[in-house]
C-alpha cells in the first residue's frame, strides 16, 4: 500500500454524473473534457487534467480501509469519508467528463487495483467520447470490460452532422455509430443521451428525425432525452442572449420527442426522458412500449397546458 496521503495537485472534480450513479463512489481519473469544445456544455473550456494513477490508488487504499476497519486517516480528502460513508460498495463512477481517455495502461493500472481491493464490486462506469472508444480496440475494450469498466455513457447530442459540427461536438455520425458499435462488440453496455432543442426552431425538425436515425443505429441499450438549458458562459448561451439562436419553446421540445420516440427502430432500449432538464417525464422499453409512450405524449401535446409542465424554475442539469 502506497503512502497514507492523497496529493493536493490534483484539484478534484465537482460531481457530474448521470441520474443512475446515484449510489456509486466517484472516483476521480481526470478532470475537465478532452473535447471542452461543445458549445452547450457545462464543460466548455475546461481542459482535461490528468490525476497520477499512484494517487488514484492511494484514494482506493484509503477507501478500503475505510470500508473494512473503519479506518480514517490523515492527509485524505475528507470527501473520500463522506462518499464512503454512504456507499454500498457495488458501483464505481469513475470522474470525470470523459474519463475513458485515461492512458490505457494506468487505466489498467487503476481498474485492477479495484478489483484487487473490492473483488465484489458489481460495475465501474464511466463518461466517453467516441473518440475515446475508436482510440482503443475491440480487444483492449474487452480487457477493460473483464476489469468491470461494463457501462458507457455516451453524448450523441444530434444525428444531425450539420449540427455537431455547429456545436464543435468533434465528431460526425458516422463516427459515433461506429464508436457503438466498437464498445457492444466488446461486449460493454452503453448508455446514449441526446439534447432535445439542440437545433433551435430552425433545424427542429431535421434534428428530431436525424437523431432517431442515428441512435437507432447506435441500438443501445439506455437512451435519455435531455433538453437544451443554456449554461452561462458558453458559446451558446452567449448566441442565445444576442438572438443568433432561436430555442424551441417547451412543446417544441415535445415535438421532438415524439419524433425520436415514433422513428426509433431500437432491439431493445430503456428509453426515458426523466432528467430534470425534460418538461415532461416519460419511460419504457423500446420498442415494446412505443404506443403508450407515444399515448402519454400525445395526451400533452394535444392539450397544450403549460401547468402538465416541468416548471422552468425546477428544470436542471
Ligand atoms: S459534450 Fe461531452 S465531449 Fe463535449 S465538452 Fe461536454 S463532456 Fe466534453
Known amino acids: 500500500m502506497g503512502t497514507n496521503k492523497i496529493s493536493v495537485r490534483f484539484e478534484r472534480p465537482e460531481i457530474i454524473r448521470p441520474p443512475s450513479e446515484w449510489r456509486s463512489y466517484y472516483l476521480p481519473l481526470t478532470s475537465g473534457c478532452s473535447n471542452h469544445t461543445c458549445t452547450f456544455c457545462n464543460y466548455y473550456g475546461r481542459k482535461l487534467k490528468l490525476r497520477d494513477v499512484q494517487e488514484v490508488k492511494e484514494e482506493i487504499d484509503a477507501l478500503y480501509m475505510y470500508k473494512r476497519y473503519g479506518m480514517v486517516m490523515s492527509g485524505v480528502d475528507p470527501v473520500v469519508y463522506y462518499l464512503g460513508q454512504q456507499w454500498d460498495g457495488k458501483r464505481i463512477f469513475l470522474q470525470d467528463g470523459d474519463a475513458l481517455v485515461y492512458p490505457y ?160 427502430e431500437f432491439t431493445n432500449c430503456f428509453f426515458s426522458s426523466m432528467h430534470a432538464s425534460n418538461y415532461v417525464a416519460i419511460k419504457g422499453w423500446l420498442p415494446r412500449e412505443k404506443e403508450r409512450l407515444l399515448r402519454e405524449l400525445d395526451a400533452v401535446l394535444g392539450q397544450r397546458d403549460p401547468s402538465l409542465l416541468r416548471p422552468e424554475h425546477l428544470r436542471a442539469l
Not at 455509430?177 to 453496455?189: D, N, T, Y
Open 105 to 264: 495502461g494506468k487505466l489498467l493500472e487503476a481498474l485492477e487495483h479495484l478489483n484487487r481491493r473490492f473483488p465484489d464490486l458489481e460495475r465501474v462506469s464511466c463518461y466517453a467520447t467516441p473518440q475515446d472508444i475508436l482510440r482503443r480496440s475491440v480487444e483492449e475494450l474487452r480487457r477493460l470490460r473483464e476489469l468491470k469498466l461494463t457501462m458507457l455513457y455516451l453524448g450523441l447530442e444530434s444525428g444531425s452532422d450539420e449540427i455537431l459540427e455547429r456545436v464543435r461536438k468533434g465528431v460526425n455520425s458516422a463516427q459515433m455509430i461506429e464508436a457503438a458499435q466498437r464498445a457492444k462488440e466488446a461486449g460493454m453496455v452503453l448508455s446514449v443521451t441526446v439534447i432535445l432543442g439542440l437545433g433551435g426552431v430552425e433545424k427542429s425538425q431535421e434534428h428530431a428525425r436525424a437523431t432517431a436515425r442515428v441512435l437507432s443505429r447506435m441500438d443501445p441499450e439506455y437512451a435519455a432525452a435531455l433538453t437544451l438549458l443554456f449554461v452561462p458562459g458558453t458559446p451558446l448561451y452567449r448566441d442565445w442572449k444576442e438572438g443568433r439562436f432561436r430555442p424551441v419553446d417547451p412543446f417544441g421540445s415535445l415535438e421532438e420527442l415524439r419524433i425520436i420516440v415514433e422513428d426509433s
